[in-house]
């Protein structure tokens, strides 16, 4: 069964980046498109982005030309990269995959803005 888990979190400075992987397991990772999400303290999960299996990607308006994903289909990791980080950024994140009816959620990994 396909799993998913995600590292790469961490505290950083506001202006900062981190990249973030997520990990699949299964033989059917690399047919799915991945989407990342946040959650945000005491907050519901907000869509960040996804990439498809063509690569292709779909971003949120208020991360689009600051967070880029992209994937290793070999690896099967998919990765976000998390480029001037605001306070609002701030968050668990998750990777997510909808795979034949199944809503498939990793742990996450915590990201935190703050000086």
Avoid at 17 to 32: H, M, N, W
Avoid at 52 to 69: C, K
Wanted: charged share 25%; aromatic share 10%; with cysteine.
């Amino acid at each position: 069964q396909m799993q998913l888990v995600e590292s790469g979190g961490g505290l950083v400075q506001p202006g900062g980046a981190l990249k973030l992987t997520c990990k699949g397991s299964g033989r059917d990772f690399r047919f799915a498109a991945v989407a990342w999400y946040r959650q945000g303290p005491g907050k519901g999960r907000d869509f960040v982005g996804d990439i498809g299996v063509d690569g292709s990607t779909i971003y949120a308006d208020s991360v689009r030309g600051r967070h880029t994903i992209t994937r290793d289909i070999d690896k099967d990791l998919v990765y976000l990269q998390l480029n001037d980080l605001r306070p609002e950024d701030t968050g668990l994140y998750f990777c997510y995959v909808d795979w034949q009816g199944r809503n498939i959620w990793g742990q996450g990994t915590q990201v935190t803005v703050a000086l």
